[in-house]
T-cell receptor
């Protein structure tokens, strides 16, 4: 009965590879997010989708491509992985998109690039 | 652009000590403020939130925060910490498009 679930939890891969992280929420929320947490624990928004439509796209390299097949899923595909992509990636969801909406977070995916 | 500052990088306390973690935000208009906690190896959990009304907000696990508009502050407090409160604490403001804008976090270590 996990509210926001991400897979995989750990991802270890080599530079140059392509990988995907999946996220699903069973809360019936309209809005989903991807955040990146760096080695100093700083969290920053990458993307946000509302009802399958992209509403936030921060200055993220275009090697990162989010995809939302339906409002319960938001996947993140990363091409040509680089050392600097090593981080923990958190998926989150909120009922609707708005500044007063609490967000529910997944457990994170720890991506390590060798 | 909105931003959030957390002054304390690492706070070390003994059990039963009182806690206050500082948070300041930059935006002068209507703000929506949050405190999240991240226990070691876990996801972020909402501790409390402030949108309007009573500036003293009570959250889960005995935490509270006070919104002081004149100081642009939203400090987190707990009268008596426990070892299980050891975690990373993040203050955040709600962005106009719904994203959260986080401070850099404060690591709290509670000695038993």
């Amino acid at each position: 009965d996990t509210a926001v679930s991400q897979t995989p939890k750990y991802l270890v891969t080599q530079m140059g590879n392509d990988k995907s992280i999946k996220c699903e929420q069973n809360l019936g929320h309209d809005t989903m997010y991807w955040y990146k947490q760096d080695s100093k624990k700083f969290l920053k928004i990458m993307f946000s989708y509302n009802n399958k439509e992209l509403i936030i796209n921060e200055t993220v390299p275009n090697r990162f491509s989010p995809k939302s097949p339906d409002k319960a899923h938001l996947n993140l595909h990363i091409n040509s992985l680089e050392l600097g992509d090593s981080a923990v990636y958190f998926c989150a969801s909120s009922q609707v998109a708005g500044p007063n909406q609490p967000q529910h977070f997944g457990d994170g995916t720890r991506l390590s690039i060798l | 652009a909105q931003s959030v500052s957390q002054h304390n990088h690492h706070v070390i306390l003994s059990e039963a000590a009182s806690l206050e973690l500082g948070c300041n935000y930059s935006y002068g208009g209507t703000v929506n403020l949050f405190w999240y906690v991240q226990y070691p190896g876990q996801h972020l959990q909402l501790l409390l939130k402030y949108f309007s009304g009573d500036p003293l907000v009570k959250g889960i696990k005995g935490f509270e925060a006070e919104f002081i508009k004149s100081k642009f502050s939203f400090n987190l407090r707990k009268p008596s910490v426990q070892w299980s409160d050891t975690a990373e604490y993040f203050c955040a403001v709600g962005g106009s498009q719904g994203n959260l804008i986080f401070g850099k976090g404060t690591k709290l270590s509670v000695k038993p």
